[in-house]
């Protein structure tokens, strides 16, 4: 299903190759018809504005949305599992269906990049992609709602998506996820919060406030008895014989 592939497509960061491109895209989303009527015009309307924008502008626009706002990250774990443990998990097992299908990445991103997801269900059955877009429905929705908040052009790709998943979205959880966030532009403070320093031993110096250099009784006692025996070959000896 190549529709997938250039709806991936679009979501990706703009260049010349993709604005070259643009009149292929709307090619096979119309011999393909996959997407709903509806969905189709307004897809192909957003390429039609992605054509006429400066090449600069739509960089420039593209980064202030996905990649200096969270909230509109296109790395799916990131929204289902943050920055916990699970995530890395995620990422393997995906990696593992990945190469189940035949396909390597070649890329920088992570399994979970939307646009790479995207590119994988457009390889395999119709239907299976259809239930897969059907379990990150929530995500898709979410995404949607801040994009619509921010007034985003990329808004169509998202309603698309959603309207070819196998059910729809659970609008409490999708409610509960927007009153998190809708999908704001940072603040600059915000920005230096979320950069902050962060320190690799939680009771260093810079984190407790206490002086370090009067040492650790229990890393005292260790290095002691380590000097010990380094130092006293001939006692360790005695000791065996």
Not at 36 to 42: D, I, M, R, V
Request: glycine share 4%.
């Amino acid at each position: 299903m190549k529709t997938l592939k250039v709806l991936g497509c679009l979501l990706t960061y703009p260049s010349e190759e993709q604005r070259q491109a643009l009149p292929e895209c709307i090619e096979i989303l119309e011999k393909e018809k996959w997407l709903p009527e509806k969905n189709l015009k307004a897809i192909c309307k957003l390429i039609d504005w992605m054509n006429a924008q400066d090449l600069l502008d739509l960089q420039e626009g593209y980064v202030a949305l996905f990649d200096r706002t969270p909230s509109l990250c296109l790395h799916l774990f990131e929204h289902i599992h943050g920055d916990s443990r699970d995530r890395g998990q995620a990422l393997v097992d995906l990696s593992e269906v990945y190469k189940d299908a035949g396909l390597l990445i070649n890329t920088e991103e992570m399994p979970d990049y939307l646009p790479l997801f995207l590119e994988y269900l457009s390889v395999i059955e119709a239907e299976e992609s259809r239930q897969n877009l059907g379990e990150i429905v929530n995500v898709l929705a979410v995404l949607l709602g801040r994009l619509e908040h921010r007034e985003s052009p990329y808004s169509p790709l998202f309603e698309g998506l959603i309207a070819t998943a196998s059910r729809s979205p659970d609008e409490k959880a999708v409610d509960k996820a927007m009153k998190d966030s809708k999908g704001k532009v940072r603040t600059l403070d915000e920005i230096d919060e979320a950069w902050e320093e962060q320190f690799a031993f939680e009771n260093s110096l810079q984190t407790t406030g206490q002086d370090m250099e009067s040492g650790c009784p229990k890393a005292e006692d260790m290095l002691a008895r380590m000097n010990s025996s380094v130092t006293s070959p001939t006692n360790s000896k005695e000791a065996r014989s």
